[in-house]
């Protein structure tokens, strides 16, 4: 099991409603010092994230990462979370201001009413509009597979594909379930070449994160791996 690469496709997650921002300091440190994909946080602490992480990153990259920005740990954050039923305009603000604030990273939850309702043209309408208000930036799109039937996903996958989203993300980790297995090799198989997948909800163990990545996930959003991957630090 390589867990450098595990860890290297995590975005190591916070986003719990009472999340304190000594909390979110200990996701920052740790996301730095497993060099995880992303730290992803609420928006609220975007900002500070941001300053703190331009201020402390070279204590874990070393002196010559100032010249080297790339280095520099992403900030993540969610919009329309958990729900997705906030408006298309609320959502292309909240993107907005999340990029004014530091994130380069955009998780985005759909509107699933409009899924059952199989408004598949103004779903892929809002995704489009997001993807405008964050050009320049990684933008995930949240379907919440728990709630959906097959049909539904694989729609989905397809607008995803049209849409110029960068990933589609299984889950919130807030409803009922997270992502599985099976989802995520429906996801493959239905989803255009250049959308990663992002596998977030429920990943307890690094043997799940190892086979997910297997399936065909590119991401994988949780809290636990980091944890996981400190017990097993000399």
Known sequence: MDIQKILKATDHTLLAPTATWDEIVQILDDAMTFHCASACIPASFVEDAADYVDAVF?????????????????????????????TMASKMFMADDALE???????????????????????????ESIRDVTEGAILKVIIETTVLNEKEKIHLCQIVSDSGADFIKTSTGFAS???????VKLMREHVAKHVGIK?????????????????GATRLGTSRLVSLAKELSP
């Open 199 to 215: 596998a977030a909800g429920g990943i307890r163990s690094l043997e799940d994160a190892e086979r997910f990545l297997a399936l």
């Open 101 to 127: 604030n530091g994130a380069s990273e955009i998780d985005m939850v759909i509107n699933l009413g409009w899924v059952k309702d199989k408004l598949w043209d103004i779903i892929e309408d809002e995704i």
């Open 58 to 86: 070279p204590n874990f990259y070393g002196a010559e990462s100032l010249e080297n920005e790339d280095q520099k740990l992403p900030i993540c954050t969610v919009i329309g979370f958990p729900n997705g039923y906030d």
């Open 177 to 183: 379930g997270g992502a599985t297995f099976e989802d």
